[in-house]
């Protein structure tokens, strides 16, 4: 068994301290990966060839010996793990006004970019479509979109194909269902035949949710209400002039709803479905292909900036940044009762959610399974695919897990886990036998 207390020398395949190599089958830089971080004599000698001179040379401890003479070793690891050329230090990113945004936005503020050697423009979009259509013609490197549009993207719904990676999940929970101040008198949604609903976008984990819900009380979603698809902006503004009846949508809209008086919160969406998606950071596999390293980098610093945001410590400034102009333009004490959980829900009664919101980066093939299933259900998706394994295409799981591992946090385990949603168990090792559940008799 190979000593690893200490660098073994080998001259002509024999160790010096008595051990040969050859015998025991391996390679010199096999023994140097077992007794050294690989990544040092790697990183400090990118090129193969003189490597394995060197290596053969004078072997590992010496020459890591007349290094560290000169360069403190603390110093040659820190050049070994120097990353790699950016293809692109300039990227345009897109955002939504919306609480989701927080880790791109403290990406900026924590100077989480500038350290992996990105220069980020931060661009405001106000609408789900145009960010979408922004990134489909390259106008931006990286955006912010809500789920589930980078899986309709890679699967084609739509007619425009292509192939959208979810790099992070930007938050869970985060939204409301939201009535008209009309309405304080009819809770009972089995009573909202004709109602007009506002939703960001046709194919959005908030409609799929709203439907849900609406399904549930016995309605049918496809003749019973209406949807109108209104951006984040304007939800308060529709309320208010009566156009919609409510909304599903992202905050800080519920609680400026609240704020406005135009309206009342119903439910939050953590009370439909605790710990759902809700916006995700999404990058083009075409874009990631042409730009690896840079794409790595940006990976890196996004998910570094969500697990600061996650941390409920750091929250105490948070909607003073969110609220500026720039940014979420909001007033501050609106952003802040959706951000603590402490809030007014417009009947007079002050609730206390602190998981209102949560920035937990890691994307779950679970709820892109979910997602599209409910896409199928409403005929929306028109032909049955293999929802687990679009979900392992899109949802990068795997490389969330490495990056969250080297910044120092336990990941959440993968794979295809049980999803509650309005107290029922959603399997999503098993979306047809789902499916095959709950469809309308045709």
């Known amino acids: ?7 073994h020398l080998f001259v002509g395949g024999i160790c010096q301290c008595g051990q040969n190599n050859t015998e025991l089958g391996f390679s010199a830089e096999a023994v140097v990966s077992n007794q050294i971080d690989t990544a040092l004599v790697h990183g400090l000698f990118p090129d193969p060839v003189l490597r394995r001179t060197l290596l053969k040379t004078v072997g590992a401890s010496v020459l890591l010996g007349a290094l560290a003479s ?3 070793v603390d110093t040659l690891r820190a050049i070994a793990q120097e990353r790699k050329p950016l293809e692109k230090t300039k990227l345009n990113v897109g955002f939504l006004p919306i609480t989701c945004a927080a880790p791109l936005i403290y990406g900026e503020k924590l100077g989480s970019y500038s350290k992996e050697g990105l220069e980020v423009a931060l661009q405001k979009i106000a609408g789900i479509a145009l960010i979408r259509d922004k990134m489909i013609n390259g106008e931006l490197d990286v955006s912010q979109q809500v789920m589930p549009v980078a899986l309709t993207m890679s699967a084609g719904l739509g007619g425009n194909t292509q192939s959208i990676k979810v790099l992070t999940i930007l938050n869970q929970n985060g939204n409301s269902l939201v009535l008209a101040h009309k309405h304080k008198d009819n809770r009972d949604p089995k009573n909202w035949k004709g109602f007009t609903f506002a939703v960001p976008f046709e194919q959005s984990h908030q409609t799929m949710q709203l439907r849900n819900y609406l ?42 709803a609240v704020f406005e008086g135009a309206g009342f919160i119903h439910l939050i969406s953590k009370e439909i479905w605790d710990g759902h998606p809700c916006c995700s950071v999404t990058a083009a596999e075409s874009w990631i292909k042409q730009n690896p390293n840079t794409f790595m980098a940006f990976y890196r610093a996004i998910i570094a900036a969500s697990l600061f945001v996650a941390k409920k410590e750091n929250r105490g400034e948070m909607a003073k940044v969110l609220a500026q102009p720039q940014y979420l333009n909001a ?12 809030y007014a829900d417009g009947l007079g009664a002050i609730k206390n959610e602190p998981a209102r919101v949560d920035y937990q980066p890691f994307p779950h093939y679970s709820a892109a399974v979910w997602l599209m299933v409910q896409l199928r259900r ?10 687990k394994k679009l979900a392992e295409q899109v949802m990068l799981a795997t490389d969330a897990s490495k990056i969250m591992q080297e910044q120092g946090v336990t990941p959440p385990q993968g794979g295809f886990r ?10 999503s090792s098993q979306p047809e036998a789902y499916l095959k559940s709950v469809r309308k008799p045709t």
Request: net charge negative; no cysteine; hydrophobic share 35%.
């Open 418 to 427: 049980t999803e509650t949603i309005l107290g029922k168990p959603f399997d």
């Open 215 to 256: 399904a549930t009380a016995g309605l049918d979603p496809d003749t019973d209400v209406k949807y109108r698809v209104v951006p984040p902006t304007e939800y308060v503004s529709s309320l208010r002039v009566g156009s919609i009846d409510g909304f599903f949508g992202g905050e800080p809209g519920g609680q400026r």
């Open 378 to 387: 409403w005929n929306m998706l028109k032909e049955d695919i293999d929802y």
């Open 1 to 7: 068994m190979l000593d690893k207390s200490h660098l």
């Open 331 to 342: 007033p501050e004490v609106v952003v802040e009762q959706v951000i603590t959980g402490r």
């Open 70 to 72: 000169i360069v403190p």
